[in-house]
């Protein structure tokens, strides 16, 4: 299945195109800290519009300095998603790229945010996951200790060779390169679980 990926990079209309060309799903940055995506709403309220019956799901671009901004940043998170609750389907994932992390000394502290920000959405009634690379994880997060405390966290790989490396644990989700839907580029990924066909939120 293919789902793409997109944030205020995309224009506006850009969801429903993406749809129109045959999309399975899309998943839609909602913002980091206390700031929303500029596009969010727009291409959320298309989603809900325009994948019906496909998937739905989205992703927060960490910045927390600290476990006080991981609590803030989770909570923001979760006011941003529950407008569109009911039309959300995928996990919503962490994606923790900010050239900040990626320090080998701060991987407990990385992972201790994960690990906060985690807690926040399954309490919430979300599923979760982990958008990361092969160099994250072998370098600046601990993905044992996450899978360890949470189980059923999503993977979401981020590697653009024709053969990625095979990860210690599944991967649901493969963002493989960028293509141009319509003259937008966006990121495409292949999705190897239906989440539509699962109930809407697991834990």
């Given at each position: 299945?293919?789902?793409?990926?997109?944030?205020?990079?995309?224009?506006?209309?850009?969801?429903?195109?993406?749809?129109?060309?045959?999309?399975?799903?899309?998943?839609?940055?909602?913002?980091?800290?206390?700031?929303?995506?500029?596009?969010?709403?727009?291409h959320?309220?298309?989603?809900?519009?325009?994948?019906?019956?496909?998937?739905?799901?989205?992703?927060?671009?960490?910045?927390?300095?600290?476990?006080?901004?991981?609590?803030?940043?989770?909570?923001?998170?979760?006011?941003?998603l529950?407008?569109?609750?009911?039309?959300?389907?995928?996990?919503?994932?962490?994606?923790?790229?900010?050239?900040?992390?990626?320090?080998?000394?701060?991987?407990?502290?990385?992972?201790?945010?994960?690990?906060?920000?985690?807690?926040?959405?399954?309490?919430?009634?979300?599923?979760?996951?982990?958008?990361?690379?092969?160099?994250?994880?072998?370098?600046?997060?601990?993905?044992?200790?996450?899978?360890?405390?949470?189980?059923?966290?999503?993977?979401?790989?981020?590697?653009?060779?024709?053969?990625?490396?095979?990860?210690?644990?599944?991967?649901?989700?493969?963002?493989?390169?960028?293509?141009?839907?319509?003259?937008?580029?966006?990121?495409?990924?292949?999705?190897?679980?239906d989440?539509?066909?699962?109930?809407?939120?697991?834990?």
């Open positions: 299945m293919v789902v793409y990926d997109v944030s205020y990079c995309q224009p506006a209309g850009t969801v429903s195109k993406l749809a129109s060309a045959g999309a399975s799903g899309v998943i839609i940055r909602n913002g980091y800290m206390t700031k929303t995506d500029d596009l969010y709403n727009k959320m309220t298309d989603a809900v519009k325009s994948f019906v019956g496909k998937m739905i799901g989205s992703y927060t671009y960490i910045m927390a300095n600290d476990t006080d901004d991981a609590a803030i940043e989770a909570q923001n998170t979760i006011k941003r529950t407008p569109f609750k009911s039309s959300i389907n995928m996990p919503i994932y962490l994606d923790m790229e900010s050239q900040k992390y990626c320090d080998p000394n701060a991987r407990e502290k990385n992972t201790a945010l994960l690990l906060l920000e985690i807690d926040y959405l399954r309490r919430a009634g979300f599923a979760y996951g982990v958008y990361t690379n092969q160099s994250f994880i072998q370098t600046y997060i601990k993905l044992d200790v996450i899978m360890s405390r949470f189980p059923k966290t999503s993977l979401w790989l981020a590697d653009y060779r024709s053969k990625p490396y095979n990860p210690e644990y599944p991967v649901d989700i493969w963002q493989t390169g960028t293509k141009t839907v319509d003259t937008v580029k966006v990121d495409i990924n292949k999705c190897y679980v989440f539509y066909g699962r109930n809407k939120f697991f834990k």
